[in-house]
C-alpha cells in the first residue's frame, strides 16, 4: 500500500510528471503495477504524488527509452546505473571530425543553451546560404542532430531545449526547400513516416536532399497510417515512396509495416527507407530499397533517372 506524503516533502501529481517527462499517465501506472517503480506516496485524497528524486530517475529512463533501450531492462536500475548506461549509449553516436569543425559546432548548441533562439536562426540560415543546401544539410546539421542527442542524453539539455533547436531547423530547412525549382525528368517523391514514428527532422533533411536532385517532393509529415500513404501515392501519381525511421523503430514490426505497405502500392512504385532503425538491416532486398545515409540519395536517384530516361 501507498504510504501518504510527508508535508514537507516536494512532490508532483501524475499530470505534472507526465508533463516534465513526457512519459503517459497509463505508462506510468502500468509501470507501477508490473515493475514496482515508480513508487508514488499518496495525498489525503489518495492522488498519486510522486517525489522529486523518482522523478529524477524517470526523466532518465526516458532518454534511454528514446534510445531505443527496453523498459523491463532499465527500470530496475539505480539512478546511478541509468546515468551510466545513458553515457555509454550517447558515446556509442558521437561524431568524428576535426577539432575546429566540432568546435564550431559546440558553439552553435550553447547559443541554444543560452536561449538565443534568434541568433541561432540566423546563424543557421546564413549557412545554409554560404555552403549551399545539400553541405550544409550533410556538414552541418547530420552532425548537430548526434551532438544535440548526446546533449540530451546526458542531461545537458532540457527537452525544451532539444525542441528549440528542433523546431528552428525546420524553419530553416523549409525556407530553403521552397526556394528550389523542380525537374520534368525527376521523381515525385512522397516523404512520410509510419505511425508511432514521431521523429520527422531526418525526413525533411531527407527532402532537402531530394529537392536539391529536382524530385517533386509531397511531404505528409510524420505517423501516416499505411492506407492513406496508399491513397495519396495513387492521387499524387507518386514514384517513390520515402520512409523515414528513428533508432527507436528496432522491432519487427518495421519490416512488416513496410511489407503491409509494400502489398497496397502498385509494382513500379518504389519504396525507399533510411534512418537508423537497426531492422532496416535485416530487409527483404525485394520489398523496399535501403538509403544508408543522405549521399545515398543522390547516388539513387542518378539511377531511378537513368532507368526512366524513356519519360523525359
Known sequence: MNERAPLNQPCFSIAAVERDTGLAKDTL???????????????????????????????????????????????????????????????GTRITMPADSLDELQGYLEIIKRHEVDEFRQRMSRLALSMGLRRFVVDVVAPLNTMVGDAWARGYFEIYEEHIYTETIQVVLRNAISTISTSRNAPRVLLTTLPNELHGLGLLMAECVFAMEGAQCISLGTQTPIYDIALASKSQNIDIVALSFSAIQNSVSVLDAIQELRSKLPDEVQIWCGGASAALRRRQADQFRLLTSLDDISMAIAEWKQTHAHRI
Do not use: C, M, N, T
Open 29 to 91: 501506472r502500468v509501470w507501477e503495477k508490473r515493475y514496482g517503480f515508480p513508487e508514488p506516496l499518496r495525498d489525503e485524497f489518495g492522488e498519486r504524488l510522486y517525489p522529486v528524486e523518482q522523478v529524477e530517475k524517470l526523466r532518465v529512463i526516458k532518454r534511454l527509452l528514446d534510445g531505443g533501450h527496453r523498459p523491463g531492462k532499465v527500470i530496475g536500475l539505480a539512478i546511478e546505473e541509468l546515468v551510466q548506461l545513458a553515457e555509454i549509449s550517447s558515446a
